[in-house]
Structure formats: C-alpha cells, structure tokens
C-alpha cells in the first residue's frame, strides 16, 4: 500500500492537467482541421484548409511582425530595467524596503486594470502623461490611437505590469553572488560599470535566461487584457498580435476553426523559439 500512495496523491494532480489543458489542447488540434457553423451545430472536415486560408493572408504575416516586435521590445526592456533597478534596491539604504513594496505593488495589478490605468494616463485631454509630454517635449499626439505612438504605449504599460516579477528574482540573483567576487574586483579596481555588466550579470544568467521564457511567453498568451481595453488592435491594426486575433476570429467572427488553427501556429511558434533559445543561448548561461 505504501509504494501505491505516491501514485494516488498524484491522481487528483493529473486528473486536473488532462481536463484543463491535455483535453482542451487536444480538441483544439482536432478542431483546427474543421469548419463550424456560426452557431456551432455542425462541423465539417475541411482538412488543411484553415492553415492554407491563414498562411495564404498577408494580414496575419503582419499580425507575426507586430506580435514578434512587442514582446521581443517588451521583454527586451523589462529584463534591461529590472537588472538595473535591483541593484539599488539589493543596498542596505534608509526606505529600501518602502521601495520595494512599491515596486513591486503593480504585479498585484490585473492586467486589465493595468490597462485602465494606462489608458487613462494617456488620455489626450486629460492624461498626465500626455500633459507632461506636452509641457516638456512640447508634443501632443493622440497615443492610442496613431501609429507608431500606439505600440509604444502598449509596450510601457506590459513593461510595468511584468517589472516587478523579474525584480523578485534579480534581487533574488544578486543577494546570492558571493561577498568574495565582489571584493576581489574592488582589489582589482574594477569600477562600477565594470562589476555590473562584467562580474554581475554573468553571474545571474540562468535567472536572465529563465525570465526571458517566462516573459515571452506572457507577451504571447497573457497580453488580451491589456491590448483589448487600451487599443483593441488598432490603429489600423497596428496592434494586433497573434492572440489578439485568434479572439477576433473566435470570439467577434465566430471562425472557430480558423481560430483554433490560430492556437496550433501559436504553440508552434513558442516551442520553435523555445527549442532554439535553449539549444543556443543556453551555452552562455553561467551556472555556479
């Protein structure tokens, strides 16, 4: 009995796993080679016929460049910052821990909320940001609404909302390098700079290379809410990725098949750059 206990606290994990992902990315698969009726009575076997209508559409090579450019961009930049943000909040100063609450306060935040936030700083008549870009840079753009303006939002308000979660293991990263490393760069009057991108950051790479899959994979499949509430898409789809469109497809056109043809290039597209980030940036990353 003892030896099958292991195996029967398990069975209520697996059962969960097998009903809420295995048997939906499966019926996913399976209805990615089907059409449905707009009221999804009938199905029929249409094949490969929803991959060609869609690698057939120029509009979803766009949708590809538009995904690949906001999450690589948002991803980019919020390793870029939480790096240099976490060294000042790893310093024993006055109020570190006030900061660090603050900080990290915006992963507590739905992205739709988030979202709002944005929004409404951005607003052009009554957003502070767009009031502060006005009295400082003297520019008054429309910023959810104009190309390019619109993207550089989206990606400042992604930024934000994924910020804190690589601060938690950045801060984490540093607090572990040996006290010993450092000094001996000081001996060898190593300057600032120096320590932080020549000593530091070899150092946490298995936390930069792990953020990186973590963050594209929440710009690839958790980004709706913030793109549905702050642009919809637009201007003139400009902002339309790839899960934004698999939503319009299922949910506003009702192209159920095309949609979960959509889900399958997705899942591809992510285990491609997966299987290509592990093969070849894994043999820079530095484990101690």
Not at 154 to 182: E, G, H, R
Request: a neutral charge.
């Amino acid at each position: 009995m003892r030896k099958l206990t292991p195996y029967l606290l398990l069975v209520p994990t697996f059962l969960i796993i097998i009903l809420f992902i295995y048997f939906p990315a499966f019926n996913s698969f399976k209805l990615s080679f089907f059409q449905e009726s707009f009221f999804g009575d009938k199905s029929i076997f249409v094949g490969l016929d929803n991959y060609i209508d869609l690698f057939t559409d120029s509009e979803y090579y766009k949708v590809l460049k538009t995904t690949f450019i906001y999450s690589l961009s948002s991803v980019g930049i919020t390793i870029f910052l939480a790096f240099l943000i976490a060294q000042l909040l790893v310093k024993n100063l006055p109020g570190t821990r006030i900061f660090r609450t603050l900080m990290f306060s915006p992963y507590a935040v739905s992205p739709a909320i988030s979202a709002t936030l944005w929004s409404m700083m951005f607003t052009p008549t009554a957003g502070l940001l767009s009031y502060l870009f006005q009295v400082i840079f003297h520019i008054d753009v429309d910023w959810l609404t104009t190309v390019p303006y619109a993207m550089i939002a989206l990606i400042a308000a992604t930024v934000w909302k994924m910020l804190p979660f690589d601060l938690i293991f950045y801060i984490a990263a540093l607090q572990n390098i040996p006290d010993s490393i450092l000094e001996s760069s000081l001996i060898d009057g190593a300057n600032p700079w120096t320590r932080m991108w020549k000593i530091k950051f070899p150092l946490v790479t298995p936390i930069t290379f792990y953020l990186f899959i973590m963050n594209f994979t929440t710009t690839m499949f958790s980004s709706f809410g913030i793109i549905d509430i702050m642009t919809r898409g637009g201007p003139l789809g400009s902002t339309t990725t790839m899960i934004y469109r698999l939503y319009l497809d299922g949910f506003a056109f009702q192209d159920n098949g095309l949609a979960a043809a959509e889900s399958v290039v997705m899942f591809g597209v992510m285990s491609v750059i997966t299987y290509l980030y592990f093969r070849f940036v894994e043999k820079g990353v530095h484990y101690q």
